[in-house]
């Protein structure tokens, strides 16, 4: 009987057969990356707590102290260590500046198939780039990338992360109750929403709209007459028609990480029950390591790619 | 791209079962198998799997079942998966409590005198969290059978648990010290599949309201 040697909670091993599979994979994605001008790059896995707490990006999961006393912690994802990165080797550098990225990431994440605590992730970080033009370049490369990897069947949720705040603004709702619609928002609780909707003094209209807007979902034609919707549809006006047939306008769409300003994209296919990934702009990011730019980027697991891949080929 | 299976529901088997399928009747869907076969559990043809309610929520996040109904306890015991709380359906109501032995109040003696109160209950997450919630210290005893039986034997001087109509908790001589929140059945989603199947959840949704 073999010697059992346990493996830290939420990570694997990856053997000969699915290490081809995977490489495949990435190939495909960097390929693509590299062809549409985004340079690759690789930082420390290792980055002081301190620049990952002024990112605001997911809550790093492992910390640890180096030989100076020094908080370290273990990236939770690459956008944070890229905005660093670009603020600090590219001070003067004329943008738009474009990156691209394989890198192994670090969540505290219930482990599940294709969710381990270490998990890779390909991506791509377009700097300098304000919206529609940088937004919808980033869709065009998101689809270029799944396309290459043989992907069939996904559809891209795009949102605004600051339309439900800007609605809560119109209507002045009091800040607490914002916090918790929100938090319901975030949390896919409707719900909750509703009844913390229900619970306020806001005029009928104001009510309807909030409760409904989290809900809209699907073409071009959910935007038509909604306040706060006009840079998704220069956005969309932008996109080739291979990239506008796969998106899927979804106004309650909202990410958990911080540092979202505008945009934000899921990545769906009906082979997973999750998302296999997502982005959006962060317009204010870089401007916290001191070169304010706006950019947009996204990030795809590729554990749940090679899954979804799977299971299409299966469907067939 | 166009969908060709039916939308698949988690169904819960036991106390929500009935008024659940006459929920689908409503919708058009075909229960009549699912009355009939109790140990049957994947009806294929009407897109219907049944099992306990809190495996619900598990085949949900993973989208092994597009939708699925079950009771917010079981939601509020498994907060960390993922999946949208659509609509509250109204039936199944019943309360999370928190009850003692009749008589002077156990628990708060255990506070008083030894600063950690027992508490047994099949809601772990539901119970740790009331006592943070609340400060005070509390060991959780999770069981997995009847939860009356643990204070009467003292093992513990407190439960959590779920009651209806209390009948339980009074043949036990067990009193009601605390309401937690209270639980009615809840139509969730799975994220993708509300997305990629919206116009149909958005039916069932309007359907159902």
């Known amino acids: ?316 | 791209m166009t969908p060709v299976r039916p939308l698949t529901v988690a169904v819960p088997r036991g106390a929500l079962l009935t008024q659940t399928l006459d929920l689908l009747d409503r919708l058009g869907i075909e229960t009549a198998q699912v009355r009939s076969n109790d140990r049957r559990l994947l009806f294929e043809e009407v897109g219907i799997v049944t099992m306990r309610p809190s495996d619900v929520p598990t085949y949900v996040e993973a989208g092994a079942a597009d939708l699925g109904i079950t009771g917010k306890d079981v939601l509020t015991e498994q907060a960390e998966r993922d999946f949208y709380e659509l609509l509250d359906l109204g039936y199944g109501g019943c309360s999370m409590v928190l009850a003692t032995i009749g008589g002077p109040d156990p628990s708060a003696e255990a506070l008083r005198r030894l600063g950690v109160v027992r508490v047994a209950t099949k809601y772990p997450k539901t119970a740790a969290a009331h006592f943070e919630r609340t400060g005070r210290q509390a060991e959780i005893v999770e069981v997995k059978g009847s939860v009356e039986l643990a204070p009467l034997t003292g093992l513990v001087e407190a439960i959590v648990d779920l009651t209806a109509t209390g009948t339980t908790l009074r043949e036990n001589n067990l009193i009601i010290r605390e309401e937690l929140f209270h639980s009615t059945a809840r139509l969730i989603a799975n994220p993708v599949a509300h997305k990629l199947r919206a116009a149909e959840i958005d039916d069932i949704v309007a359907a159902l309201r």
Request: glycine share 12%.
């Open chain 1, 1 to 316: 009987m073999a010697t059992i040697h346990p493996l830290p909670s939420g990570t694997r091993d990856v053997l000969p057969d699915e290490m081809r599979e995977l490489r495949a994979v990435t190939a495909a994605l960097l390929d693509v990356f590299t062809r549409e001008g985004y340079g690759e790059v690789s930082t420390p896995a290792l980055e002081h707590q301190e620049v990952l707490q002024r990112g605001g990006g997911a809550q790093p999961a492992y910390r640890v102290m180096d030989d100076h006393g020094q908080v370290l912690a273990l990236r939770p994802d690459m956008t944070v260590p890229i905005a660093r990165l670009a603020a600090t080797r590219y001070a003067d550098e004329e943008p738009p500046l474009r990156f691209c990225y394989l890198a192994d990431v670090y969540r505290g994440a219930r482990p599940h198939r294709g969710q381990m605590r270490e998990f890779l992730q390909a991506g791509v970080e377009l700097v300098g780039a304000p919206s529609p033009e940088g937004t919808a370049e980033v869709l065009r490369v998101l689809c270029a990338a799944l396309d290459a990897t043989g992907l069939a069947g996904y559809r891209l949720g795009v949102g605004d992360a600051a339309l439900y705040p800007s609605l809560l603004e119109t209507f002045a709702v009091p800040a607490q109750a914002r916090e918790t619609l929100l938090r319901d928002l975030v949390d896919r609780d409707f719900v909750g929403l509703e009844r913390e909707l229900g619970r306020l003094d806001l005029p009928g209209d104001a009510r309807e709209t909030l409760a409904t807007v989290p809900s809209l979902r699907g073409g071009i034609e959910v935007l038509d007459g909604r306040p706060g919707t006009e840079s998704l549809r220069r956005v969309h006006d932008l996109l080739e028609p291979a990239v506008a047939q796969r998106v899927l306008f979804d106004l309650g769409l909202t990410r958990d990480l911080g540092y979202y300003t505008g945009a934000v994209f899921e990545v769906y296919d009906p082979a997973l029950g999750e998302p296999l990934g997502g982005g959006g702009r962060y317009d204010e990011l870089l401007g916290r390591f001191g070169r304010p730019l706006p950019a947009v980027g996204f990030a795809l697991g590729v554990d749940k790619l090679h899954i979804a891949l799977a299971g299409e080929e299966r469907a067939r």
